[in-house]
Every structure is written in structure tokens, then in C-alpha cells.
């Protein structure tokens, strides 16, 4: 034991702790987790075994999935080749999933890693061993859907006696002790609600005349302190309440209907009545979308040649129809210039106007249905976008009738073949802009526009976060953390993003950064260096290339001053 040893084994400890519960404590789960991997690592000093700097914690983060700070951070740096041994508490601390552990060990396999479990003796590197540490993961995993089961048994079993087992309150009612009492003010504006709601006969002047009267919505505040609620009510939130059969004592749970032990506010007379206008009104509205088709449906078609698809969009109460090329509905990287989507309410009686006055100046006036759809599909077979004008082909009876028309010898109209086209002015929409979102064109670009936007506002957030920190505007990021209603373990984890390379912030733009490139993986083990990050990414360094002028410069002696004191 005091000969020389052959080689050092740089050695991190991980531990994990599923809730908040004691994490303020002076000695918790984590530190004991901690001092019990110390010790192991001392036993086999003989062997090389060094502890690194540095810990990687996870407080309050389910093992459930890989999704954890401290994790990934562990998992950068073994890919970076600093960690030749980890070692864990139990097996559970690093997963509780089959399939991410065996994601695990694959990692540890491919960079020289090994991993110890303090408490469990097996050793990896044989097949017996591997067959014990499979074993326990999955007496893991089983213990987690366990107890799954249990807390939704509890809460079925609650359920079916009436009785309240947490989440949101609803208007009227307070939680005390763990009870439900009626609070008499709001009881009261419930009633009001109902009861407008049965003379209206409309949920958005009812909404209206409740914020005329100053009825607002039930304030709730947050573990984080944060206060929600007590504005007016929107539609859909009054829908909902207007559906809540909790008001008669009753409690529904995945779709069953229990008596409650909490006191109505309600009467059911007065409840159902309300039910029934709602019925009736959803009935009627439905009736209205059927009455209303999509009129170009497998007759428009795109620049490129796709099919049009209908679609639609629900914002303040109020559907909004589209048509969308198939391109964009199947994920196909849309070529430049695309026309790919195109709002119904301004193409549809486009179309229909120009078909019907070129059909009345053809002579064929009279003989025109009155019905929209029937009038497309007697006269008209496809309609082309294109970025300036409409491409109307019409079908062939119109053409016979033309040929047989003096009248119509001079028609402007082109012939293709034996098909009739005519074109109609129009100009291709382009996207609104929106405050503080740069709009980048979707084509040749790997990454889904939806993350990139993601990617880019947080970089955004985090470098007016350090900016405020290194100017002196804000003290801390406890402060920043009051302010913007967020945890300060989650700021922490944002700000890094501040001191991304230009030369990232560009692929972003230009598409051609990693397609999984997600936050936890840009901000966790970010180097100092810029060419380390765009190494690290696969983008090809050029010493030429110069920063864009919109990037700000968040150089590493910034980062260092920025982060003083903080």
C-alpha cells in the first residue's frame, strides 16, 4: 500500500435529493451523500484515487429524468475527458430509469469512465457485475412507478369520498386547515356571474359588464411569492367557471362525478340552466363552421406546386381560417420565397369575385349559381399563388362557351391548351413583425424555428441580465430573481448564455447551428474561450471572421466583472 502509484483517478461525486424538504438545513441528504463518497475515495487513495474540485448537487430534481443542472454539467465534463471515476451514493442518485442509465453507461463506456456506487458493491467492467447493477436499477425504477401508483390511488380514493386534495381554489372558496370553506363575498359574485350569464346569453359582454362592475378573478399567490390572478376575466376563464360543477358540491374526476363534502354556492336549478345555454350555443356555433367551409379546399395550390391545406386558429373567442401549404403541415424545409400561408378571408372572396365577373362578362351572367361552393366547382379547377397575381385555371365548359361567343373573340384570357386561365392582381402578405423578435427566414436551416426563437430570446434575456449586474443597476440575482417572478437557481443557469460566441449567435441566425442544440447544453460547461465553444459545437473557426455588430461584446473579463460580488 505505500508503493508508488501507477496512475491518478481524478474522482467526482454525485448526489441527488428529489425534494425542497431540509435543503436549508446546515448538514442535509446532499452533504451526507456527500461525506459517505469522501470517505469511499480515501479508502482507495492507494489506488490514485483523487477527489476533483467542485460538486455537482441536484436539489429538488426528480431522478425520473436526465433533465438536471448539475447533471449535465457532470456529463460535460466527462466528455471533456476531466473525470475518470464517478461515484454516487446509491445507484437511484444518478437515475431511476432503465433506459437513461443504460444512456449513462454507454457515455461512461465511450470516454474511459468508471462508475461506483458506494453502498452497492459491483464492479462494471464484468458481465456479472453489469447483471447486479441492471438488477437494482430496475427494483429502482419499479420502486418510482410504485409509489406513482399509490399517490394517484390516494387522490382517486379522496376523490370518490368529496374530499378537496389540493391544487387551485376556485373563486368563492378558501382552503383552511386543509378544508374547504365558502368565503361570502366571493359566493356572492359567483351568483352574479351565473345569473348574468342566464340573461345574456353570451360569455364575452358578460366578461365586459364583470369588468365594468370590478369583479376580478381569484388572486393566488405562489411558493415563489409571486401573485397571480385578480384581473378581469377573459373568456375562456369565465368558460370554465361557468362549467365547474364544484359549485354544487359535486367533485368530477376523470369524468366521473362525486358528491363533495365542501357547502354549494349554487342551487342546481340555476346551474343547469346555464349548462343549456351553453350547450345551445356551442351547438349553434357549430352549426356556423359548417355552414362555412373551406371553399378552396383541394383547389389552391402554392408557387411551388404543394396543395394548400385549410387550417385554423382560435384567439379571443373569435376562429381565424388559413390556408397552409402541405409543405410547411409535413415538415419539409420550405424552398426561398415560399407562399406558404395565406388568411381564407382575403383569398376566398378574391377569387369568388373575379370568377364571377369574368362568368358575367362572358355572357354566362344569368345562368350563375348563387351558392359559393357551387359556383367553384361548376366553373372553376385550380387556383396558383404566386408572389404578385392569382393564376385562375377555369374547366372546359367555360371554354366552349367562349368559342361559341363572338362577343369574346378579343378575351384577354390566355389558353393553355384546351384549359382557360386567367390571372387576378394580388400581392403576397408578409409576416407582422413583432417587438423584439427578429424574424429569420425558415429555409436551410436544421434547427426547428420554435427552439431557435427559444435559443435567442434567452441569450437576449441573459446578456440584459449581466448588463444590469455590471453596471450596478441590480445587486444581485436575488434581486433579479424578485423581479422577473423566477427561481435563482434558474437565472444562474441562464446567465452563462451572456457570454456565447458571436459566432454561435450567427449560426442561430443563419441556420446553421447544431439542430439539438438546446439551452441546458449551450449554457452547462460553457468555456471561457470562443473558440473552445465553437469547437465544441462543430462550427469551423475562421480568425477572419469579425463579430456581427449587433452582437455586444461579452469578452471573459467582462464575464468576471459582471459576476462580482453577485
Not at 384581473?231 to 367533485?251: M, P, S, T, W
Not at 408557387?303 to 373567442?317: D, E, F, I, L
Not at 441566425?509 to 438546446?518: F, Q, R, S
Request: include cysteine; charge should be positive; charged fraction near 25%.
Amino acid at each position: 500500500m505505500n508503493g508508488p502509484i501507477s496512475k491518478l483517478a481524478r474522482c467526482a461525486i454525485y448526489t441527488r435529493k428529489s425534494t425542497e424538504y431540509n435543503l436549508e438545513l446546515a448538514f442535509n441528504s446532499l452533504d451526507a451523500q456527500r461525506e459517505a463518497c469522501e470517505a469511499y475515495i480515501k479508502s482507495q487513495a492507494h489506488e490514485g484515487w483523487r477527489l476533483i474540485p467542485g460538486r455537482y448537487d441536484d436539489g429538488a430534481f426528480s431522478g425520473a429524468s436526465l433533465d438536471r443542472p448539475a447533471l449535465q454539467q457532470l456529463l460535460a465534463d466527462v466528455r471533456a475527458s476531466q473525470i475518470d471515476i464517478v461515484l454516487v451514493y446509491k445507484v437511484d442518485r444518478l437515475t431511476r430509469s432503465l433506459a437513461d442509465f443504460a444512456k449513462l453507461i454507454e457515455l461512461f463506456d465511450a470516454h474511459g469512465v468508471s462508475f461506483v456506487s458506494v453502498t452497492q458493491s459491483f464492479n462494471t467492467s464484468s458481465s456479472m457485475g453489469r447483471l447486479t447493477l441492471n438488477v437494482l436499477l430496475s427494483f429502482a425504477q419499479f420502486e418510482r412507478e410504485l409509489i406513482g401508483e399509490r399517490v394517484r390511488d390516494k387522490i382517486a380514493a379522496s376523490k370518490r369520498k368529496g374530499l378537496w386534495v389540493g391544487g387551485p381554489v376556485p373563486l368563492g372558496y378558501a382552503a383552511v386547515d386543509k378544508k374547504i370553506v365558502v368565503i361570502p363575498a366571493e359566493a356572492e359574485a359567483v351568483r352574479t356571474i351565473f345569473e348574468r350569464y342566464v340573461a345574456i346569453g353570451s360569455i364575452r359582454p358578460l366578461a365586459e359588464e364583470l369588468d365594468r362592475q370590478g369583479i376580478r378573478s381569484k388572486p393566488r399567490r405562489l411558493s415563489n411569492g409571486r401573485t397571480v390572478g385578480g384581473a378581469r376575466f377573459g373568456v375562456g376563464a369565465l368558460a370554465h367557471l361557468l362549467k365547474n360543477r364544484f359549485y354544487i358540491g359535486e367533485i368530477v374526476y376523470r369524468g366521473e362525478v362525486h358528491r363533495g363534502q365542501h357547502e354549494p354556492i349554487l342551487d342546481s336549478a340555476l346551474f343547469e340552466a346555464v349548462q343549456a345555454k351553453l350547450a345551445a350555443r356551442a351547438v349553434a356555433r357549430r352549426c356556423r363552421l359548417r355552414g362555412s367551409p373551406a371553399i378552396l379546399s383541394g383547389r389552391l395550390f402554392d408557387n411551388r406546386g404543394n396543395r394548400m391545406s385549410p387550417t385554423h386558429a382560435n384567439k379571443g373567442g373569435a376562429r381565424y381560417r388559413y390556408y397552409v401549404s402541405q409543405a410547411v403541415l409535413q415538415g419539409k424545409p420550405p424552398p426561398a420565397r415560399l407562399i406558404s400561408r395565406v388568411p381564407a378571408a382575403e383569398i376566398e372572396p378574391l377569387v369568388i369575385t373575379a370568377l364571377r365577373n369574368q362568368l358575367r362578362a362572358s355572357g354566362a351572367g344569368e345562368q350563375l349559381p348563387d351558392n359559393d361552393l357551387e359556383l367553384l366547382e361548376c366553373h372553376l379547377e385550380r387556383v396558383t399563388l404566386t408572389s404578385n397575381h392569382l393564376e385562375l385555371r377555369l374547366r372546359q365548359s367555360l371554354e366552349a362557351r367562349e368559342a361559341d361567343n363572338p362577343a369574346n373573340n378579343g378575351s384577354s384570357m390566355p389558353r393553355i391548351g384546351n384549359v382557360t386561365t386567367m390571372t387576378v392582381p394580388w400581392t403576397s402578405p408578409v409576416p407582422p413583425a413583432v417587438k423584439g423578435i427578429i424574424r429569420v427566414p425558415a429555409y436551410n436551416t436544421p434547427m426547428t424555428p420554435s427552439r431557435r426563437d427559444t435559443l435567442l430570446i434567452a441569450i437576449a434575456k441573459a446578456r440584459s441580465w449581466v448588463d444590469e449586474l455590471a453596471n450596478g443597476r441590480v445587486g444581485s440575482f436575488a434581486v433579479l430573481a424578485r423581479r422577473e417572478g423566477k427561481v435563482e437557481r434558474h437565472m444562474r443557469l441562464l446567465v452563462p448564455l451572456a457570454f456565447v460566441s458571436p459566432r454561435i449567435v450567427s449560426g442561430l441566425l443563419d441556420g446553421t447551428a447544431p439542430a439539438g442544440l438546446t439551452i441546458t447544453a449551450l449554457a452547462r460547461g460553457l468555456p471561457w474561450s470562443w473558440a473552445e465553444q465553437e469547437r465544441r459545437l462543430g462550427l469551423r473557426c475562421d480568425s477572419r471572421a469579425q463579430p456581427a455588430a449587433a452582437v455586444l461584446d461579452f469578452s471573459p473579463e467582462r464575464r468576471v466583472h459582471a459576476l462580482r460580488d453577485t
